[in-house]
């Protein structure tokens, strides 16, 4: 399944030029055009990153980041602020509020989508720490992740490439290690995506933390 992004803005052009470029970039898109609306999408769909501008009716973005970072689920969704407010003092009001990322508009669609994968990259890092920090022994981790990995056909070279991946490390650093062409190993992420049924790398560190993958 494809990463969620809502994006909320009360300009119907921000939002339909956004949500169509970022659906050809491969996410699935939410909009909402208040800040109130954002908020309850926020509750009921739990997307993977918000974009939002400041100057909403109900509810501006402001308030909107600081009633997302009082819920102990959102604190680390990634906050991306596409505003026209770009005094220095805006942008730092935009920092204390939550956001991770103040973009100032008008903004290029190439720069914004960059900046999305860099978040999402990021806290997928951090879910992977996260989930290290709490697995199961080592023999009750090894077991299940074996079992998950025959039922999806994994040989012992993908679940090697895929033990590096999770480290957060590059096709040519991964064929570095495993002494094979960087072209190899794209090869081998290819045959991994196709397996788990995902689309991209985000979603396959995603896909092996949710099925004990990691061992």
Request: charged share 20%; hydrophobic share 40%; proline share 4%.
């Amino acid at each position: 399944m494809p990463l969620t992004i809502l994006v909320a803005d009360d300009e119907p052009g921000i939002r339909l030029s956004v949500s169509d470029y970022l659906q050809l970039a491969g996410y699935s898109v939410l909009t909402a055009e208040t800040g109130k609306a954002a908020l309850e999408i926020i509750n009921a769909y739990q997307p993977h990153l918000l974009v939002t501008d400041i100057t909403m009716p109900e509810m501006d973005g402001y308030d909107l980041v600081r009633q997302v970072r009082r819920q102990p689920a959102f604190r680390l969704l990634p906050v991306v602020f596409l505003t026209a407010r770009t005094q220095t003092q805006e942008r730092i009001r935009g920092y204390q509020a939550g956001c991770d990322v103040y973009l100032p508009k008008p903004f290029e669609l190439d720069e914004l989508v960059a900046v999305i994968r860099n978040l999402l990259d990021r806290v997928q890092i951090l879910q992977t720490e996260q989930f290290r920090n709490h697995l199961q022994p080592d023999e009750q981790r090894g077991q299940r992740a074996a079992i998950v990995s025959q039922q999806l056909g994994l040989t012992a070279r993908e679940q090697s490439v895929l033990a590096l991946l999770l480290d957060g490390l590059s096709n040519a650093q991964i064929g570095d290690r495993l002494h094979l062409s960087a072209r190899t190993i794209e090869k081998y992420v290819s045959s991994l995506l196709q397996k788990t049924a995902v689309h991209n790398r985000a979603e396959l560190v995603r896909f092996a933390i949710e099925h004990h993958l990691l061992t």
